[in-house]
């Protein structure tokens, strides 16, 4: 099993999560963070960290969002490895309670 990001996590992006990841699995994209599913070790130290509720188990994930497993192995391929904690976009909290998110997503 693997924990997957899923779409709350676009333009928040906050990196509580990558912080206290044993494994370094978390990569970091222009305004989203993924999950590497080949180092996620199911650990779940992540989710209560996330103060979006953005992170589920792959076989949790909300329905309508099960896409994000796949994006996020793609994504953990091209994007840098983060575990430490950054300061979240400026406009973060603006974007907590938006809903279809996946439009905004910067793949690069």
């Known amino acids: 099993m693997t924990y997957v990001v899923t779409e709350s996590c676009i333009r928040c992006k906050y990196t509580d999560c990558a912080e206290v ?4 699995c ?8 993924v999950i590497d599913p080949e180092e996620c070790i199911d650990c779940d130290v992540c989710v209560p960290e996330c103060p979006v509720d953005a992170i589920y188990p792959d076989d949790q994930i ?7 497993l796949a994006l996020n192995a793609k994504l953990a391929r091209d994007w840098p490895v983060i575990d430490t904690k950054k300061n979240p976009p400026s406009d973060a909290e603006r974007w ?10 910067l793949r690069k």
């Open 26 to 33: 978390f990569h970091e994209g222009p305004n989203f963070l």
């Open 62 to 68: 909300p329905t309508g969002q099960e896409g994000f």
């Open 96 to 105: 907590t309670q938006v809903k279809n998110k996946l439009k905004y997503l």
């Open 21 to 24: 990841c044993p494994v370094s």
